[in-house]
Nanobody
Framework: QVQLVESGGGLVQAGGSLRLSCAAS????????MGWFRQAPGKEREFVAA????????LYADSVKGRFTSSRDNAKNLVYLQMNSLKPEDTGVYYC??????????????WGQGTQVTVSS
């Protein structure tokens, strides 16, 4: 079992930056690849980024490539999503998730409760 708690969301103007954090507890954090997802009002949840167990491999949705960066600190059981050059279309609830797999088709077993990100124009 893995418990995940996101933080760092908030209201920011377009062009600004935010850093989301996801704190993990429970099972061995370094066993899990981590993903970030978001859900905008009235839309389905979508993949944003993923990071491998070691942190050496990352994947990003085309919509955030070059603007978002995921990293992790396995010693602190934390994963981060640095979001730069934010756009209004980045608005949504952001979730972190854990999986024993890695890749665009990975199935995520554990989810956090989400943190709201709002980007004003």
């Amino acid at each position: 079992q893995v418990q995940l708690v996101e933080s760092g969301g908030g209201l920011v103007q377009a062009g600004g930056s935010l850093r989301l954090s996801c704190a993990a507890s429970g099972s061995t954090f370094s066993n899990y690849a981590m993903g970030w997802f978001r859900q905008a009002p009235g839309k389905e949840r979508e993949f944003v980024a993923a990071i491998s167990w070691s942190g050496r491999r990352t994947l990003y949705a085309d919509s955030v490539k070059g603007r978002f960066t995921s990293s992790r600190d396995n010693a602190k059981n934390l994963v981060y999503l640095q979001m730069n050059s934010l756009k209004p279309e980045d608005t949504g609830v952001y979730y972190c998730a854990a999986t024993l797999d890695y890749g665009l088709t990975a199935v995520y077993d554990y989810w956090g409760q989400g943190t709201q990100v709002t980007v004003s124009s």
